[in-house]
């Protein structure tokens, strides 16, 4: 049990923030919003995929659409494993939560699709939290025998 409490007390909670982890939080958010809004319009161009037409599945990358959707994706996803390395999972997922925002916009505007007002309501609750969580240190470390854990010391 000592040790339980000594580990708890021996946690930091570090600001770990520059202006270029921001871009990097900015480039999750964007890639992921305008990849899946990407990848939605041109599966929406090849129509509804059934059983019958599994194999439509197999050539979708090679539309426009899609494949800028992916490669979007692929941006949000290096950029999101990259963020992981300096900061904690329950500070970056809340932090990109803009992109909820963006891709109702997104969706409402570029696919023409209808946004209810219950959505609406429920996207300005979650990115109310957002504050709460950004205003909050973006790293939780623990001491070690050798000092504080070595990839704080990373600066991107």
């Known amino acids: 049990m000592s040790e339980l409490s000594q580990s708890a007390t021996s946690r930091q909670h570090v600001h770990s923030m520059s202006f270029l982890r921001y871009i990097l939080l900015a480039l999750i958010v964007l890639g992921s919003t305008f990849g899946d809004v990407y990848i939605a319009k041109g599966m929406k161009q090849l129509g509804a995929i059934s059983v019958g037409r599994w194999r439509d599945l ?6 426009p659409y ?16 990259a963020s992981l390395s300096w ?5 970056i997922m809340p932090a990109t ?4 925002v963006l891709t109702a916009l997104m969706a409402h505007f570029m696919l023409h ?17 957002v504050g709460f ?11 070690t025998p050798e000092g504080i854990e ?6 991107v």
């Not at 197999?58 to 539309?63: D, G, K, V």
């Not at 070595?150 to 600066?155: K, L, M, Q, R």
């Open 58 to 63: 197999l050539f979708a990358p090679f539309n």
């Open 66 to 81: 899609v494949a800028l959707g992916i490669v979007l994706l692929m941006i949000f996803y290096i950029s999101y494993l």
């Open 87 to 91: 900061a904690d999972l329950s500070y």
């Open 97 to 100: 939560t803009m992109g909820y």
């Open 113 to 129: 699709e209808r946004v209810s007002v219950t959505r609406w309501i429920g996207i300005v609750m979650i990115s109310f939290g």
């Open 133 to 143: 969580i950004t205003g909050g240190p973006s790293l939780t470390v623990s001491a």
């Open 150 to 155: 070595p990839h704080v010391d990373f600066h």
